[in-house]
C-alpha cells in the first residue's frame, strides 16, 4: 500500500470536493429556467393573401414633349424673353429678330404680285378683243394663238408672285418666335446681338405635366406588360415618397442590342417636382401573386429590421421578416414565415426569443 503524506491527502480531497460543486450547478440552473411562468400571448395564423406582383425596372424621366425652337429666319437677335427654367404659355414671346431687310423684301414681292396682278386684267381684256376679231377673220392664226398664250401663262405668274409675297410676308412674321405649347426652357443658346439662320437653335422647350417615364423591359417579361398597366417608383431627389402612372405607349420591336422593350408611362406632375433626366426605380404591376401574409399589429421593428414572434413547440422565436405588399391589414411576407405557422398579435412589451408561451384564444 502507497504512503500519502498528508499535505498529498488534503490536495486530493479539495479536488473530488471542487468536482462535485462544479456538477452540481447546472442542475440549479435548470430547475431555476423551469420555475419561470409561461407568458400568456394571442396569436393569429400566417394565411395566404393575392398581392400585385410586380417588375423592378429601372428608367429615366422625359418631357412630354420636348422641342428645339428654330429660328426660321435670318437676322440679328434684337431681344430675348428667357431663361433656363423660365415657365412658358403657348404664343408667349422667346425673342425677337431684326427682320428690315426681309420687310423690304416683303414690300418689293407684294409691289411685283400687284404688278402682274394688272397685266392679268389687261391681258384678259385683250383676249376678249382678239376673240372677236378672231370670228371676223380680221387677224390671222398666229396672233390669235400668241395672244390666247399670253392669257394662260399671266395668270400662273400672277400666282407664282402672290405666293413669293406672302412667303416673304410670313419671313416678316417669323421674326418674332414664340413658344409652341406650355413648358421649361431646358436650354437657351442665343444671345442679344447673334446673328441667326433659319435653321439656328434658339431654345430647347420641355412639357413637363404630365411627365413620361422610359422604362427597359426585358424580352421574357414583355408579354406580361398591357397598355394602361399602373406602375409606382421612386427618385433620389424625393427620398420617401413614390409616384404613381399608367403605360401609355410600348414601342412594336425588341431592340436587338439589349434584349428589351422600351414602354413609356403618363405621370402627373402638378408640383413639377419630377424633372427630365431623373432616374427612376419602379415597380410596374403585371398581375397578381400569392403569398403568406400577417397581421400589420404582429409586426415590430428593431435595428431597422421588420420581425415577428412566431410560437414554436411551445416556447417564442424572433424572425426577421422581408416584407411584400398590403392588404387591407394584412402585409404580404415573402421570407421569414410560413403558411400555419402562428404569430403573436397580442401586446409584445417584455417578450424576448426562448419565453415559453400560454396560448389565448384569438
Not at 387677224?139 to 405666293?163: F, G, H, M, N, W
Not at 431646358?186 to 439656328?200: L, M, N, P, T, Y
Amino acid at each position: 500500500m502507497m504512503n500519502l503524506s498528508k499535505p498529498t491527502l488534503l490536495f486530493w480531497a479539495a479536488l473530488a470536493l471542487g468536482g462535485a460543486s462544479c456538477k452540481r450547478a447546472p442542475t440549479e440552473a435548470v430547475d431555476t429556467e423551469k420555475d419561470k411562468p409561461a407568458v400568456s400571448v394571442q396569436t393569429d395564423a400566417v394565411t395566404a393573401i393575392q398581392v400585385p406582383r410586380a417588375l423592378r425596372l429601372t428608367g429615366t424621366l422625359r418631357g412630354h414633349r420636348e422641342v428645339d425652337l428654330a429660328a426660321n429666319a435670318s437676322g440679328r437677335v434684337l431681344s430675348t424673353a428667357i431663361e433656363r427654367g423660365a415657365q412658358v404659355k403657348p404664343g408667349q414671346v422667346i425673342a425677337t429678330l431684326d427682320v428690315r431687310a426681309a420687310s423690304l423684301s416683303a414690300g418689293e414681292a407684294r409691289a411685283q404680285a400687284e404688278s402682274m396682278r394688272a397685266q392679268q386684267e389687261q391681258a384678259q381684256a385683250e383676249c376678249e378683243r382678239y376673240e372677236k376679231l378672231k370670228g371676223k377673220g380680221a387677224i390671222s392664226d398666229l396672233e390669235y394663238q400668241q395672244k390666247v398664250t399670253l392669257c394662260r401663262t399671266l395668270p400662273l405668274s400672277t400666282q407664282a408672285a402672290l405666293a413669293r409675297a406672302d412667303l416673304a410676308a410670313q419671313n416678316v412674321g417669323d421674326g418674332v418666335i414664340r413658344a409652341p405649347f406650355a413648358g421649361v426652357v431646358a436650354e437657351r443658346f442665343i444671345e442679344v446681338g447673334q446673328f441667326v439662320r433659319q435653321d439656328s437653335k434658339v431654345a430647347t422647350l420641355v412639357a413637363v405635366d404630365p411627365i413620361r417615364l422610359e422604362l427597359s423591359v426585358p424580352e421574357a417579361e414583355v408579354s406580361r406588360v398591357r397598355e394602361g398597366a399602373e406602375l409606382s417608383f421612386s427618385v433620389a431627389a424625393e427620398p420617401g415618397r413614390r409616384f404613381t402612372g399608367k403605360v401609355r405607349f410600348l414601342s412594336g420591336v425588341i431592340r436587338k442590342d439589349t434584349r428589351d422593350l422600351v414602354v413609356e408611362a403618363l405621370v402627373e406632375n402638378p408640383e413639377r417636382r419630377l424633372m427630365p433626366g431623373m432616374f427612376a426605380d419602379a415597380e410596374l404591376a403585371v398581375g397578381t401573386l400569392e403569398l403568406p401574409s400577417v397581421p400589420k399589429k404582429a409586426i415590430f421593428t428593431q435595428s431597422d429590421q421588420p420581425r415577428a414572434f412566431v410560437v414554436v413547440d411551445g416556447r417564442l422565436e424572433e424572425r426577421v421578416l422581408a416584407l411584400g405588399p398590403s392588404v387591407g391589414e394584412r402585409v404580404s411576407v415573402t421570407r421569414g414565415v410560413a403558411l400555419g405557422d402562428r404569430v403573436v398579435v397580442s401586446a409584445m412589451a417584455g417578450l424576448g426569443n426562448g419565453q415559453l408561451v400560454a396560448l389565448n384564444a384569438p
